[in-house]
């Protein structure tokens, strides 16, 4: 919570920052960059070189000045940020740092209008924000009894080729110890050394139900777009893992646990390489509640670019109540094969979905940011309700619900 004498300059900082927030976190990106070159280390570069980490950025500050005494809005939202501040090692040192050039950030950019009771009232905000942070990270840390910035070497010991431009890697420890317990849907942070010697971390969703000798990963190589670099993670590990090699992992995290231990229906919907964690939930549902009713939607731009169809054709034999749909947007047929799997043609629709009690089932959404706009619209004007849709967001923060 913030004073009272306070909230009315956040309060009125909420048309500012969406008129110029984005042009304030430009600003403290590059400051903050200059003045400390070593934490492009823990930041993804792919996404501040396509802008997406800014806009990211703006969005949340805005969210955060628009619902600052909503705690049931932000907590969600700070719950997501916690677990992947932890998962890249991020320290309570850090907050001071990143306050000093985000305040300077909006110095700079307001100008005269940025009054000193206005910079004293988001220094209070900001410190409010960077407490709640710093106490949460620290239980987060002590729950997985690591320090920060802890990553282990491990070894592949098998890859697969999903499709085109996807590859499966399983994972094992190199002296044979168990590895880390995790819930379906979380992720680690992969630490490699690109070639001119910076190190970058990328978050991968472990693909699998988990095991307790062996993890897997699938990593989409990020191909060059007109507004977005190749990746060059994502690219070197394809081109440089393989069997035998090792690479550094985090422990697990991630909020995003869909419920597999219930008994209800349950509706898994993915676009893209968003298949991920809804595979590892398929598994662990097909190998511990093979009797359970489960709605899987995966939507592809074609054939060739669908990911772990070997998973889902394995949970059929196993699960009675599994319903398969999936979507192909150019490429595929629609063809119905009798064995309750089905394929369309075009785009996902909720109107061509497997039918299932909307009132009181859960629904679990990946893909990419249109893709999961465009469900969740649907879902809501289709009468389910917003407390039993849950989304997965690769790269920053989606805050349209919040903003």
């Not at 396509?50 to 950025?57: I, K």
């Not at 320090?147 to 890859?159: C, D, K, L, N, Y």
């Not at 690479?247 to 390489?273: E, K, N, R, Y």
Request: hydrophobic fraction near 45%.
């Amino acid at each position: 919570m913030i004073s009272a004498a306070a909230r009315p300059y956040i309060d009125a900082s909420v048309p500012v920052l969406r008129e110029h927030g984005l042009a304030i976190t430009r600003r403290f990106y590059s400051n903050m960059f200059a003045a400390h070159p070593e934490l492009t280390n823990l930041f993804n570069m792919g996404n501040q070189a396509s802008g997406v980490q800014q806009q990211s950025l703006a969005a949340a500050v805005f969210a955060y000045a628009a619902n600052i005494d909503d705690v049931a809005a932000l907590t969600p939202v700070i719950n997501r940020i916690v677990h992947k501040h932890v998962s890249v090692g991020i320290v309570p040192a850090h907050y001071p740092i990143v306050g000093r050039h985000l305040l300077g950030a909006i110095q700079e950019v307001l100008g005269e209008a940025a009054v000193p009771p206005l910079m004293a009232a988001w220094h209070e905000a900001y410190t409010a924000l960077a407490d709640t942070l710093i106490a949460a990270e620290r239980e987060l840390y002590a729950q997985a009894r690591i320090t920060p910035g802890h990553f282990q070497p491990m070894q592949v010991q098998a890859v697969v080729e999903e499709c085109v431009d996807v590859i499966s890697y399983t994972l094992v420890s190199p002296d044979g110890a168990s590895v880390p317990a995790f819930k379906p849907g979380q992720y680690v942070s992969v630490r490699v050394r690109l070639p001119q010697g910076q190190t970058q971390l990328r978050q991968y969703t472990l693909s699998d139900r988990p095991h307790p000798d062996r993890l897997r990963i699938t990593v989409k190589r990020a191909v060059a777009r007109a507004d977005a670099p190749e990746g060059q993670v994502s690219t070197l590990l394809q081109h440089e893992l393989a069997v035998g090699s090792t690479v550094d992992v985090s422990h697990p995290f991630g909020d995003f646990m869909p419920d597999t231990a219930g008994t209800a229906p349950i509706v898994l919907l993915s676009g893209g390489i968003g298949i991920t964690p809804m595979i590892a939930v398929l598994n662990e549902i097909a190998a511990t509640a093979p009797q359970r009713e489960v709605v899987f939607a995966h939507a592809a731009g074609g054939p060739a670019h669908h990911a772990h169809r070997a998973d889902v054709e394995a949970a059929r034999l196993r699960m009675p109540g599994l319903k398969v749909i999936t979507f192909y947007e150019s490429g595929g047929e629609a063809v119905a094969d009798g064995t309750g799997h089905e394929v369309r043609a075009g785009y996902m629709r909720i109107t061509d979905l497997p039918s299932w009690p909307h009132a009181t089932t859960s629904v679990y959404l990946c893909g990419p940011i249109p893709f999961m706009q465009a469900q969740w619209r649907d879902l809501i004007e289709a009468g389910v309700p917003a407390s039993l849709l849950h989304r997965e967001v690769f790269g920053p923060e989606l805050l349209d619900v919040l903003a």
